[in-house]
């Protein structure tokens, strides 16, 4: 057994995009949790324990049970709790389809993209560059003129890619372009989405993602 | 055959995410249209289809495109929820399971897949992706065992559920690269349960004529992808 205590724990880090998908869907539900800050330089024996197979953050623990992979453990918020709306997921089966096709191309192609943009330099970071731009318009155009990625509701390919609305002006810093200009709506949606007291709530601020990655870039030894 | 309305998957013969489509139709029964993609020459319905990726597989269902295998067989299984078999378990933390492990698979094992056939510039690298498909297997292994006490036999208990069709549409591949690499990566010394699980799955109704049994044809096949990817 991972921990034996009742109710949800959160074991996360405090800028991962990927925890912040969890905490925006927790507190959409209205869902109490215990969130515990993991020190990923020196792995707590309940996050081994917990994702012994990764041994990353986010991990949901249910009344002691692991949940492991941000977008699984949405789904799980969202399946488990079918009392508490909203109801992250929408009823029809093919709106379902298109939300999940989005989560997974946000999952698929943002972070890893967002990461070379900010420690490659050159021409490798001038393809970056390129694809950056690319995923951000695909986001813009697939969201059309509609409220959010769900359509009237924010829903599940909104949680998936609201917590990297404030890694934009990282990406935005190091690949000198601007997502206002780019992709005004995508830029439309996401003051929306930080509006929602789920997301204003749990999103580090924009500086404060730049300061991170700034580091991690000293400690990378990239200028 | 219940078919709901016009089904019709765009594929191509080995792709493990094609493969897994057709092997949950087949579960749930449905009958369906199978259209093969030349992915050097790809179709006007494809790319029209699926503008974002432009891969196979898609599932056109009344017309409408469903894109991305594992968004697939989750469509299919909620809109034929009365139809056969459930594919992905009824209670959310086993389907939070059956889900980790879907993804651990497409994550490790497809990455090693590729690194295996389509990425190695060597044959140094070559055995690199190798080490990293034997690391991934010992941990499936391991799961197998859990998952039922190694009672079962299948991932998901007495029948074929989400993970069994995402593992093995990959074993069409497998066979292929046991020939160039002189050994099987699914070896029953090293992987019993595996083993004795890709026997039966191999032979199951709903995996006959779609996994791909004919090492000669895969290899040959081979040759056709690397120069497509040559050519790009």
Redesign the interface.
Known sequence: MAGEKKGLQLLDLWVSPFGQRCRIALAEKGLPYEYLEQDLGNKSELLLRSNPVHKKIPVLLHDGRPVCESLIIVQYIDEAFPGNAPALLPADPYARAQARFWADYVDKKLYDCGTRLWKLKGEAQQQARKEMLDILRTLDAALGDAKFFGGEAFGFADVALAPFTAWFLTYERHGEFSVEKECPRLAAWAKRCGERESVAKTLSSPEKVYEFVGVLKKRFGIE | MAGGGDLKVLGVWTSPFVIRVRIVLNLKGLAYEYAEEDLGNKSALLLGSNP??KTVPVLL?GG?P???S???I??ID??WAGSGPAVLPRD??E??VA??WA??VDDKVGSAWTGMLFRCRNEEERAAAVARADEALR?LEGALGECSGGEKPFFGGDGIELVDVVLGGYLGWFAAIDRIIGRKLIDPARTPLLAAWEQRFRAADAARGVVPDDVDKVLAFLQTLLAIGSNK
Do not use: D, G, K, L
């Open positions: 974002v990726n269902h409408r469903v894109n991305e594992q968004v697939i989750q469509y909620e809109v959310p933390y389907r939070a889900r980790f993804a651990y941990t």
